[in-house]
């Protein structure tokens, strides 16, 4: 997920991609756990895009509190 797609995004869909990547972000720790993981490297972009939907919060929480 780029920036751009989530500079688009309302806070509500924010959170709502937050949770359903927190899910699949569960079910990847589940796999790699279990031996089923195909795909290692969706585990670090699952991550990073947490991290951006995040710090996108943030940076609105500050900006509507006037500190920014």
């Given at each position: ?32 756990a279990t031996g089923q993981l195909e795909n ?29």
């Open positions: 997920m780029k920036p751009e797609e989530l500079r688009g995004m309302t806070p509500d869909q924010l959170e709502d991609q937050l949770a359903s990547l927190k899910k699949e972000q569960f079910n990847l720790r589940f796999q790699r290692t490297a969706r585990v670090r972009a699952v991550r990073r895009d947490i991290a951006r939907i995040k710090t996108m919060q943030g940076h609105r929480r500050r900006v509507a509190a006037g500190n920014e």
